[in-house]
């Protein structure tokens, strides 16, 4: 049984007062939501002050980002993985498209913060997905599979164990424009065999394969109803309290 996850990416959004009254709100709607993990994702300054907030809560919290070198060194802006831990944070999205897109991240640089993050003790939550003209081309698994290989090939299947995959089609991300169950749920199988072959059965099998782009609370649960959908990264729709929890509380609709 993989449990889900369902995870909110706050990018550029919140400040700490902004943040910590989200989550006056937002406990008391899912402090009954116990089937699966949630976790939100804000700004590097406002981790501390979060994950002091949730502390023996269901909800936890990630970094969007962190540093490829372990550290601690002369790394001017970075933050380590480390230093996540010590703030707090459980959880770190790596390779996200946007950070692929604005700031250099190659699938190099992912498979070297992956393997500081697990080195650190941290969940790396390993974004992957195809631009809009990847797909048109027909290359969109070939493109996934390139990023899954040059960004996981050098873990070890104990590294490997503590990876999530989020699968997040460029197109659909920030779009309005979701891929269609249907459409994920094949990316999602393929990813599950690209896994089984790198890693084995037992990594493919256990594996949890977040679907993002685009997920609100009108289409969580046609996405969740598919096999290998363990979960979603959701961005724009967790911003507000609301929506982010009825996204999460997807069961009671489904
Ligand atoms: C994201 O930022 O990872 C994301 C999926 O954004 P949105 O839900 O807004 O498309």
């Given at each position: 049984m993989r449990r889900p996850i369902i995870a909110g990416n706050w990018k550029m959004y919140k400040t700490i007062p902004?943040?910590?009254e989200f989550v006056r709100i937002f406990k008391p709607l899912v402090v009954a939501s116990t089937h699966c993990e949630i976790v939100i994702a804000p700004v590097f300054t406002a981790i501390k002050s979060m994950a002091d907030r949730l502390e023996?809560?269901?909800?936890?919290?990630?970094a969007q980002d962190s540093a490829a070198d372990p550290g601690p060194g002369a790394f001017t802006g970075e933050v380590s993985a480390s230093m996540i831990r010590d703030a707090g944070g459980r959880w770190v999205i790596i390779g996200h498209s946007e950070r692929r897109q604005y700031y250099g991240e190659t699938d190099e640089s992912?498979?070297?913060?992956?393997?500081?993050?697990?080195g650190a003790g941290l969940l790396p939550i390993v974004c992957v997905g195809?631009?809009?003209?990847?797909?048109?081309?027909t290359r969109a698994e070939t493109v996934v599979e390139a990023q899954l290989t040059a960004g996981m090939r050098n873990?070890?299947?104990?590294?490997?164990?503590?990876?999530?995959?989020a699968y997040e089609p460029v197109w659909a991300i920030g779009t309005g424009r979701t891929a269609t169950p249907e459409t994920a749920q094949e990316m999602h199988a393929f990813i599950r065999s690209r896994l089984g072959a790198m890693f084995g059965d037992r990594i493919a099998q256990t594996t949890r394969i977040l679907y993002g782009g685009s997920v609100k609370p009108d289409n969580?649960?046609?996405?969740?109803?598919q096999v290998d959908i363990d979960g979603g990264l959701v961005g724009g729709a967790s911003l507000e309290a609301d929506s982010f929890a009825r996204i999460i509380n997807y069961k009671e609709r489904g």
């Open positions: 902004e943040a910590l023996g809560s269901n909800v936890e919290v990630a992912v498979g070297a913060k992956i393997r500081s993050a697990v195809e631009r809009l003209e990847d797909r048109d081309a873990l070890t299947v104990t590294e490997a164990s503590r990876i999530i995959v969580i649960v046609a996405l969740m109803d």
